[in-house]
């Protein structure tokens, strides 16, 4: 049974159906990457999938019960990373890292940001990050989320070369470890068999305005 399904969804937004009849399943261990141009409905999808959001017609299922059935224990298995890194620009990288550890293990921080190259930056406040720096950090936050379902918008933005190549390494490491994720990109992502959604194949067309 996949873990994670959406059947028949549509959103909408503003008065405008964005998308309709959108379906897709995910296994364990499976990733699927979200695409489309821009207004296609990559970022509202990802936040349906994050309970942000309520779709306006079709089932969310998480291991073959609708997620709506017990929203408080589908929310403690995802973590979700929008455009926004929501960090505390107060405090150090890693008090950032420490307040979102939600693993029991102490040393998960420290090895979060080593992977992620921000080791050398664990005491300095947010603030003074660059915004690359903030991008990695909040990856960091992912890594210690301990959730097997990963909802990532975006992620490679602001990242250089070895910053994409370590994200990479780390959504491999996930999937090799039962976990799963979904994410939305403009940007070549090495994900081995991943399944795509192209949100263009769900778009609605308008009708035109009718003139009397």
């Known amino acids: ?21 959108l379906s897709f399943a995910l296994d364990a261990g499976a990733a699927l990457i979200v695409t489309g141009p821009n207004g296609s409905g ?4 990802l936040k349906i999938l994050a309970g942000l959001i309520r779709p306006s ?18 929310l403690r298995v995802i973590c979700y990373l929008g455009h926004t890194d929501a960090l505390k620009l107060v405090l150090t990288v890693q ?27 664990a005491d300095l ?16 936050r992912v890594l210690v989320s301990a959730a097997p379902m990963w909802i990532l918008d975006e992620p490679t933005v602001g990242l250089d070369d070895q910053a994409r190549q370590a994200l990479s390494e780390v959504l491999a490491a996930h999937r090799a470890e039962g976990g799963s994720l979904v994410l939305s ?18 778009a609605v067309e308008e009708l ?3 003139v009397w």
Request: with cysteine; glycine share 6%; net charge neutral.
């Open 1 to 21: 049974m996949p873990e994670l399904v959406g059947r028949d969804l549509e959103c909408r937004r503003g008065g405008r159906v964005v998308f309709r009849d």
């Open 208 to 210: 035109p305005e009718m």
């Open 185 to 202: 990109t403009h940007q070549a992502v090495d994900l081995p068999a991943a399944e795509r959604l192209d949100l263009k194949a769900f």
């Open 42 to 45: 990559k970022s509202s999808l």
């Open 95 to 121: 008090e950032n890292l420490a307040f979102w550890n939600r693993t029991n293990d102490p040393a998960r921080p420290a090895q979060a940001l080593d992977v992620l190259g921000m080791a050398a930056f």
């Open 125 to 140: 406040p947010a603030r003074l990050l660059s915004a690359g720096q903030r991008r990695r950090l909040a990856l960091a």
């Open 57 to 74: 017609a079709g089932t969310l299922l998480r291991d073959g019960h609708p997620v709506e059935e017990d929203r408080a224990a589908y």
